[in-house]
């Protein structure tokens, strides 16, 4: 058997092939060619925009994919099928960074334009057509909300009068002299799944190994594992120097003055740490990288 698995063409595309391959699986892709290759034989790849990554997996032209909550929202508001589709994992990873997109209604700096009520009848212009049209009409306020099909932030104010646009540092928006007056939603990506590849066992076995992998090279990503030696006079002192992710490993060595402490800590806080725990009477102190943790 084969699993149908969709891989995001984009801005997600290079972030997903690597979030893969620290998972495990490393994807070989072609610029000429929509079906990547993957060193796993029970896997078939193919290359589908974000956008319309729900309604190919929805309409069961593919097992899963991956895609934001976005555009699966944008999919759900649509004429499409809908209630077919399952989110198997939420995995926290964007193009710049391992957090969440948001998307925010912003206007020029300079105009009158506060709040969402300051559009009344003004123009709206965005990619996600179909989530602005709900946000706008949940707060009864009637907009002209037209597709952008990119550079949408220079839009503003000959072409439209506000953008609702994707961002996750805000720099583009303020670089074209944008504020931002509110949040429409937050997104991340996501794992999903049709609910008739998941009534196959098999499939679904495959699916959720892949949604565990997946997770599990997000957890570890920021974090490095610790190993060092410490008499056990001192070792009260070590421990409370260590943010550990649950408790530190600690294992008795052959000389029983001595024990081995292994832990997991964010590896923003390694350099001042080392020589804390040096400071400590720590010894034989092993920083090493982290492929996955599972939790």
């Avoid at 610029?31 to 990547?36: N, W």
């Avoid at 439209?160 to 997104?187: F, K, P, W, Y």
């Avoid at 060092?228 to 009260?236: H, I, M, T």
């Avoid at 081995?260 to 102190?285: F, H, S, W």
Wanted: glycine fraction near 6%.
């Amino acid at each position: 058997m084969t699993l149908r698995l969709g891989i995001p063409k984009g801005s997600l595309q290079d972030a997903t092939v690597q979030l893969f391959a620290r998972a495990g699986f490393t994807i070989y892709n072609s610029s000429r060619s929509y079906f990547p290759a993957i060193d796993d034989a029970e896997i078939e790849c193919m290359l589908i925009r974000a956008q319309e990554m729900a309604r190919y997996v929805s309409d069961g032209v593919l097992d899963a994919g991956l895609t934001g909550q976005d555009w699966i929202a944008e999919h759900e508001l649509g004429d499409g099928r809908t209630g077919v589709l399952t989110s198997v994992a939420d995995l926290i990873y964007a193009k710049q960074s391992f957090g969440k997109v948001r998307w925010v209604l912003a206007a020029p700096e300079d105009s009158a334009i506060r709040s969402a009520a300051d559009l009344d009848g003004k123009t709206v212009a965005t990619e996600l057509v179909r989530v602005t049209r709900a946000f706008f009409a949940e707060r009864k306020v009637r907009v002209n909300v037209e597709f952008s099909w990119g550079a949408t932030e220079v839009k503003p104010p000959v072409l439209a009068d506000a953008i609702v646009e994707a961002t996750e540092t805000g720099s583009t928006l303020r670089a074209n002299r944008l504020r931002i007056l509110d949040t429409v939603m937050e997104s991340n990506t996501q794992l999903i799944a049709n609910r008739a590849a998941l009534a196959e066992a098999w499939k679904r076995t495959k699916i959720e190994n892949m949604a565990l992998l997946l997770t599990a090279a997000i957890e570890a990503q920021g974090r490095v594992g610790l190993m060092l030696n410490v008499r056990r006079a001192d070792l009260s002192g070590v421990l409370a120097l260590l943010p550990a992710l649950q408790r530190p490993t600690i294992s008795p060595l052959s000389d029983e003055e001595w024990v081995a402490v292994n832990t997991i800590i964010e590896e923003r806080t390694v350099r001042d740490l080392i020589p804390r725990l040096k400071g400590a009477r720590a010894q034989g102190i092993v920083e090493y990288p982290l492929n996955k943790i599972v939790l």
